[in-house]
């Protein structure tokens, strides 16, 4: 096991993007388990209808995902706007760790705050709005109690939807907000953020109270261009597959 850690988000595996799975497969089957840990910060999936769903590349993925587990190497999770119903049952059947929509973890002794990103687009006001009704317990349980076909008909609408919803917003609205990443950072106590959902890969320099830190956006997936963040004791590297 070497002494690094990954970063990946914003994969939108589905079967419509088959090379996507691909590269994710192989990085699970070569980089990856020589790794001190991998953390997926959102969107693995370009929908999630429930744990009940065997949709491909989703048993593929789990298997995977499993494999890589049982050889010891931690996997952790954090939800996305995209795939934020993954539970219990999926994370039981894979091995890996479902964390908070906010976790700070000492990366090589610095503390570290990661997060999806959707949260730091506060200017989308609608979205958020969304987001709150569908993370509660009594909206997610009305959605996972009915039937399996309905779930996935209704996944393919809300694609659909969110798509031209998307085309009527500027893009500035959907970035995140500086005085929101200002202060999430000031309340966890963090000067180094790393997160996806923009698609607007960079690295940003930052003060934080009269402090140097920095914020890492992680690239979307793609068939011709995937990417992935790793860190060690000797530094960062922005990696292709």
Known sequence: MSNETLFISDLHLTIERPEVTRKFIELLTTRATQARALYILGDLFDTWIGDDDFSPPINTVKKHLKALTN????????????????????SEQTGITLLDEYSVIDLYGTSTLLTHGDLLCTDDLPYQEFRIKSHATEWQENVLSRPLIFRLLYARWYRLRSYFHKRKKSQ??????????????????????????????????LQINGQDAQRFVLAEWKKDSASFLSWSESGYKVESI
Request: hydrophobic letters at 35%; charged letters at 25%.
């Open 71 to 90: 050889q010891g190497i931690p996997v952790f999770y954090i939800h996305g706007n995209r795939d934020f119903l993954i539970g219990k049952r999926f």
């Open 172 to 205: 500035d609205i959907m970035d995140v907000n500086q005085q929101s990443i200002q202060k999430v950072m000031e309340k966890f106590q963090t000067k180094r953020l790393i997160h996806g959902h923009t698609h607007r890969p960079a690295v940003h320099d």
